[in-house]
T-cell receptor, first 117, second 112 residues
Framework: GAVVSQHPSWVICKSGTSVKIECRSLDFQATTMFWYRQFPKQSLMLMAT?????????EQGVEKDKFLINHASLTLSTLTVTSAHPEDSSFYICSARDRTGLQGEAFFGQGTRLTVV | AQSVTQLDSQVPVFEEAPVELRCNYS??????LFWYVQYPNQGLQLLLK??????LVKGINGFEAEFNKSQTSFHLRKPSVHISDTAEYFCAVSGPNNDMRFGAGTRLTVKP
């Protein structure tokens, strides 16, 4: 099956610094990638939809200036958490859709655990 | 927009007993339905999916689900659970834009 790789799998950063998370489709091209966050013992909440070569579409309530998304190629999307604060600590997961795959299918990365101290 | 409701936040069950995890969806367009399992501090693993065709879908680890359009449901079942099935289970719905929406999750705990 299609593989999506996220890096890093975990990161600890100081409050006020920025952190970049990468999401790569390893064996397929992804015109669309999705970013989710998950708080402990809660569900995944869609943050934004990232389309290759265009601006991301953010869900209501998600600060676009704080969560910068770049989808510069068909295999890579990045999420940068700017000026991170402890309340940004969460589990971030990306997913990607194979441009040639079945409608409705998306493949998930293994997630990134962000801890802001 | 589409949405998903998982009716049970926690389901305790004894080993080798059958289990059903309930999921209802709402959408004004055709949807695709999924069940994922998540183990602690890990990503999501796809159990099964309904895209089209047969309404009874079989997945990995002995799980199956039935798409019921009239009841807008996609309940997950397993005839005999194991201790290793203890995990969080998420039902998800995806529309034409592939933006997947998740239910709140059901914590399945299998007791010996």
């Amino acid at each position: 099956g299609a593989v999506v790789s996220q890096h890093p799998s975990w990161v600890i950063c100081k409050s006020g610094t920025s952190v970049k998370i990468e999401c790569r489709s390893l064996d397929f091209q992804a015109t669309t990638m999705f970013w989710y966050r998950q708080f402990p013992k809660q569900s995944l909440m869609l943050m934004a939809t990232s389309n290759e070569g265009s601006k991301a579409t953010y869900e209501q309530g998600v600060e676009k200036d704080k969560f910068l998304i770049n989808h510069a190629s068909l295999t890579l999307s990045t999420l940068t958490v700017t000026s991170a604060h402890p309340e940004d600590s969460s589990f971030y997961i990306c997913s990607a859709r194979d441009r040639t795959g079945l409608q409705g299918e998306a493949f998930f990365g293994q997630g990134t655990r962000l801890t802001v101290v | 927009a589409q949405s998903v409701t998982q009716l049970d936040s926690q389901v305790p069950v004894f080993e080798e007993a059958p289990v059903e995890l309930r999921c209802n969806y709402s959408s004004s367009v055709s949807v695709y339905l999924f069940w994922y399992v998540q183990y602690p501090n890990q990503g999501l693993q796809l159990l099964l999916k309904y895209l089209s065709g047969s309404t009874l879908v079989k997945g990995i680890n002995g799980f199956e689900a039935e798409f019921n359009k009239s009841q807008t449901s996609f309940h997950l079942r397993k005839p005999s659970v194991h201790i290793s099935d203890t995990a969080e289970y998420f039902c998800a719905v995806s529309g034409p834009n592939n933006d997947m929406r998740f239910g709140a999750g059901t914590r399945l705990t299998v007791k010996p």
